[in-house]
């Protein structure tokens, strides 16, 4: 009765099998950013004098990850950024700015759902994942550390067929930077995002059914034997 139960189970996950589609989608869609902006304290534009020099246009970078695979195989995409602000204190007397920093190692502004990061249509045959990190060095001042930082990373299972950050995941600060006459400050960061995709091939119906066979025939034989 055992070999006969245990056959019939083995029938019903390989019946599955042949009902499996031909190929679904493992998807990875991860963004990352970091903008900065100078501003006068208090509020206001920057005093003249003052020199602003960014390695990005705007003082902002932004490291996008998008995969998706149907076909058997596996794919992995990197996305590595960095960039510098210098400010510049050109006035002839000592003073101060006050910068506004925001960043984020998972932000989707534009997804239905951005909590989601990595998607598989079958858990089984499918698996995504993604990690990512923002480290930022920012100029020496009284409110804020020296460096600020943002990690994340997931991957789907066939418990999970998709994975994220709950919830918005903006960091934003502000604070002053002291700049002495004829000094330098400098803000750096670096953005790494990194995506993994991968589909397992379908078996064969020929081989998935010719398996279902000889398993019936071991019943069969098992069950004849005295």
Known sequence: ????????VLAGVLSVGL???ASA??????????????????????????????????????????????APGETTLTKNESGRMTITNNTGADSELFILL???AFFNENKPNPEI????????LEFASFSSRVDITVPPNPLVGGHQSDEHSCETSVFAPSC?????????????????AGSTAELDYV??????????????????????AGLMSLAAIRRRRP
């Open 1 to 8: 009765m055992r070999i006969r139960v245990t056959a019939a």
């Open 19 to 21: 009902n499996q589609p």
């Open 25 to 70: 989608t493992a998807i990875v869609d991860v963004t990352a950013f970091v903008a900065a902006s100078v501003h006068a304290v208090g509020g206001g534009a920057v005093l003249d004098g003052f020199a602003v020099d960014c390695l990005r246009a705007g003082c902002s970078d932004t490291a996008h990850v998008l995969l998706s695979r149907t």
């Open 102 to 104: 925001s960043w984020s």
């Open 117 to 124: 990061g990595t998607s598989v249509g079958d858990p089984i």
């Open 164 to 180: 994220g950050v709950p919830g918005a995941n903006t960091e934003d600060v502000g604070f002053p930077v002291p700049l002495a």
């Open 191 to 212: 953005i790494n995002v990194s995506g993994t995709v991968r589909v397992l091939p379908v078996p064969e119906p020929g081989t998935i059914a010719l398996l279902g």
